[in-house]
């Protein structure tokens, strides 16, 4: 085989294989945090296949989108809640003929499905993608030109949501404790430390 | 295709919303507690004066703008004005009740006056693109101010209840737009309606269903409601005002424009689903205001029931049909606004009163409030005399003319049951033996505008009535011309 088709096809067998093996490890690690670690595995082997397919733009927005933000939140909510992943797998043996039946029926009907269905031809691709722009930079001609509009009110859309997560978090009363940058600019090793002559065997 | 500085120009009236939404933030957040009032009130003046801009600008033509995703139409006009108007009055409306209650933050009427920025936006989408960004912009702006009483539990329920639901909504819009995109190639509505007319696959109505599925979200039509009781029992009760008028104003104009300009021709297709929505809508809202003893939720499910009305005009699928929806919703508008500056009056020294049976004694201690009520509650139960009625009038006109007379008749079958809801708060109101202790007196902006709303019902302000027939019958005839 020629070394041009050998490597892209190689490319393609390790990124899926990991994309697969990532995913799988998602359902099955017992520790939530790994789990969402594993999920990240998964979003870089798809933007990789991505780069493969053309498509660099998909790429970066799953890396930026995904992993930087979904996925970080994800580890947020895993370290932050108290949730017991043990606990909730509890009961699985039994609920898995029940589980194993159904999810059997779905793939028969989507296998069905699969086989049926037919898209339109007309439908796909219809604007080509020409060879000489890349799609960054395809994208880039229209979002600021074109698509202007959207551009500007997707913008407030995220200043709304901004004003909404300050208001509702932003708390004004008097014991709340806040930081104060000033104090802790200001603040010296004089301040901080203090020198205790402790006995032995006294403790402080 | 006009060039940018011209389209920017056509959105004179939006982009001095949003400046002066930006402006006022900053004024905001450095003026402190103090210019919190005064900004308020500003913001109200700002809405008004957009109000009037956007009438100002009535285009001889209807103008397209940035390639086809707004258009600048009659109807555009229209729902702007009653958008702006709606959300000024709301807004007032808050001020005067929350002012007394020290709640009113700077962001409160920024949030609403970027909810009226969406709004603005939905009534003149024309690209499905637009239609989302205008929904979100509106939405989450309401997520917030639902939650915004952050020290009640059930404020803070109500907001996360609709925000996870509206979420859910929008994903079912989203599928549905994309399927429609994917089935006609395009997210103009002129796009869309060109690839019908050369060949409408089944694809497309599915298409229909889901984006009609989470419109109906926003409009809290049956079986899409359930949020709307907890909702509007939970959010305060000026929030809960603004809800029930502006946004669905907004939502049923977009409804009305993406159903009569690209689907059109798909009418066999959709109708059925709008008339379904439509006879739940009207079961489920009456059936459920009956249970209620709270008075703000028996608005939710009088509100449902309203929708359901709106949905007969707009399955009627003609010109008629949109001119009655157009004047129902401005009547709707008023009344529902007056009624709930009632429910913002009735206070008594321990708080507010939101169980209907402490009502019992307001035509003593309160004529002129109880008055006022009764006439809005006349109104929106359709009784002969009074405005309501005209509103409900024209949308069964509409759908006799589309060879729709069932469905009319269960409309008033339906309002008939309905009518037990609102005269029985009446009866509450004049017949029930009062409580010992006496409402509070009302203050200057609830008084106004109960007034006000109140005696535009009456047969004796029926002169506005025409006017507005005018209006919504030229609205009706541009779109179903140009479209």
Known sequence: MEIETLLPALAFYLFAGVAVISALMVVIARNPVRSVLFLIMTFFSAAALFVMLGAEFLALLLIVVYVGAVAVLFLFVVMMLDVDFVELKQGFAEYLPLGALLSFVLAVELIILGATFRIPKEFVAQTPITADVSNIEAFGRVLYTDYAFFFEAAGLILLVAMIGAILLTLSTKKDVKRQKVCEQVSRTPKDGLKRVDVKPGEGI | MADFGSNMAALLPEIILVISGLVLLLVGAFAGKKAVPAINLTIVGILLLVAVLVLLRIPDAALSLFDGALRLDALAVFGKFAALLASALGLWLAYGYLKTDKRLTTEFGVLILFAALGMMIMVSATDLLALYVG???????????????????RSSESGLKYFVLGALSSGLLLYGASLIYGFSGSLRFEGIAAAIANDASVGLVVGIVFLLSGLAFKISAAPFHMWTPDVYEGAPTPVTAFFSVAPKIAAVILIARILFDPFLQM?????QVVIAISVLSMVVG??????????????AYSSIANMGYALIAIASGTAGGLSGLLI??????????????CILAMRRAEGMVEQMDDLAGLSRSQPALAIGLTILLFSVAGIPPIAGFFGKYFIFLAAMQANLLWLAIFGAVASVIGAFVYIRVVKIIWFDEPPQQDFVPVSRVQAILVASSATLMLPAAIWFLPALYEWSEIVALSLFAGG
């Open chain 2, 328 to 341: 129902y919703m401005v009547l709707y508008a008023i009344t529902t606004l007056g009624i709930f500056a």
């Open chain 2, 286 to 299: 009456y059936l459920g205001a009956i249970m209620q003893r709270n008075i703000k939720r028996m608005m």
């Open chain 2, 135 to 153: 929904i979100e912009m509106q939405s989450l702006a309401l997520y917030v101010l639902a939650a915004s009483n952050r020290d009640s539990l």
């Open chain 2, 267 to 271: 009418l066999a297709d959709w109708q």
